[in-house]
């Protein structure tokens, strides 16, 4: 589209509504492209005009979703005082935003291949990621966490990978109100501080270098 109008606009967030909806009751693989546009009240080639795929419904979930979030997030990053304080926050406001959503999150987590477009790892992703990642990097600093320099940089990357562990594990958690999940991220969470705490012990020093080492592997960014 070469311009938005408020009638577009309008338009847009109708089909996006009823993309959610759709979602929600057929689940996302059985869900049709020709169903979303019946649900919106508008013609199929409407619905294509302004999304061509599911998958472009989907992105725009992930994006619609990040900037809702933002506002608390910044709220959480500013009123707390500890890491475990902003950690807490950080996760916990993820589990409360896509609960509606927490089918269509299951059947999007097949979708783990960095090669799929859909996958949090892929490239098409990447800058929704990467905001995620800066609010973790922003909790680590605001905290004054200081690890060895080998490591400082990763923590924010690998802070975000433990809320995809703990997020995967919610989608598909079956428990009572997902109390297992929130179990898990309450002793997890203590135990990663734990590790935290103990990382500038002088008789660890001799780890740094290969955990530095094997990081810097699991990102690529080690020479061939």
Same mark, same amino acid.
């Given at each position: 589209?070469?311009?938005?109008?408020? *009638?577009?606009?309008? &338009? %847009?967030? %109708?089909?996006?509504?009823?993309?959610?909806? +759709?979602? %929600?009751?057929?689940?996302?693989?059985?869900? &049709?492209?020709?169903?979303?546009?019946?649900?919106? $009240? +508008?013609?199929? #080639?409407?619905?294509?005009?302004?999304?061509?795929?599911?998958?472009?419904?989907?992105?725009?979930?992930?994006?619609?979703?990040? /900037?809702?979030?933002?506002?608390?997030? @910044?709220?959480?990053? /500013?009123?707390?005082?500890?890491?475990?304080?902003?950690?807490? $926050? !950080?996760i916990g406001q993820k589990?409360?935003?896509?609960?509606?959503?927490?089918?269509?999150?299951?059947?999007?987590?097949?979708?783990?291949?960095?090669? @799929?477009?859909? =996958?949090?790892?892929?490239?098409?992703?990447?800058?929704?990621?990467?905001?995620?990642?800066?609010?973790?990097?922003?909790?680590?600093?605001? =905290? $004054?966490?200081?690890?060895?320099? =080998?490591?400082?940089?990763?923590?924010?990357?690998?802070?975000?990978?433990?809320?995809?562990g703990l997020m995967l594990?919610? +989608?598909?958690?079956?428990?009572?109100?997902?109390?297992? &999940?929130?179990?898990?991220?309450?002793? &997890? !969470?203590?135990?990663?501080?734990? #590790?935290? *705490?103990?990382?500038? +012990?002088?008789?660890? %020093?001799? !780890?740094?270098?290969?955990?530095?080492? !094997?990081? *810097?592997?699991?990102? $690529?960014?080690?020479?061939?």
């Amino acid at each position: 589209m070469s311009q938005a109008t408020p *009638k577009s606009e309008a &338009t %847009r967030a %109708r089909i996006f509504a009823a993309a959610l909806r +759709v979602f %929600r009751e057929r689940g996302f693989h059985e869900s &049709t492209m020709r169903e979303i546009a019946t649900q919106a $009240g +508008v013609a199929l #080639g409407a619905a294509y005009y302004y999304f061509d795929s599911k998958d472009a419904l989907v992105m725009a979930f992930y994006e619609e979703a990040q /900037a809702q979030m933002a506002p608390a997030l @910044h709220r959480i990053l /500013a009123e707390g005082r500890s890491l475990e304080q902003r950690l807490r $926050g !950080l996760i916990g406001q993820k589990f409360e935003h896509f609960a509606p959503n927490r089918a269509l999150m299951s059947a999007l987590s097949a979708h783990i291949d960095p090669n @799929h477009p859909l =996958s949090p790892f892929s490239a098409r992703t990447a800058s929704i990621r990467d905001a995620d990642i800066a609010f973790f990097a922003r909790a680590v600093a605001d =905290s $004054g966490v200081r690890l060895p320099a =080998s490591i400082q940089p990763y923590l924010p990357r690998l802070l975000w990978l433990y809320q995809m562990g703990l997020m995967l594990f919610w +989608v598909y958690d079956s428990s009572p109100k997902q109390v297992r &999940t929130h179990q898990l991220f309450d002793k &997890t !969470l203590h135990m990663l501080l734990f #590790g935290l *705490k103990i990382a500038s +012990v002088p008789l660890l %020093r001799p !780890l740094y270098r290969p955990a530095g080492e !094997l990081l *810097k592997i699991v990102y $690529g960014e080690s020479a061939p």
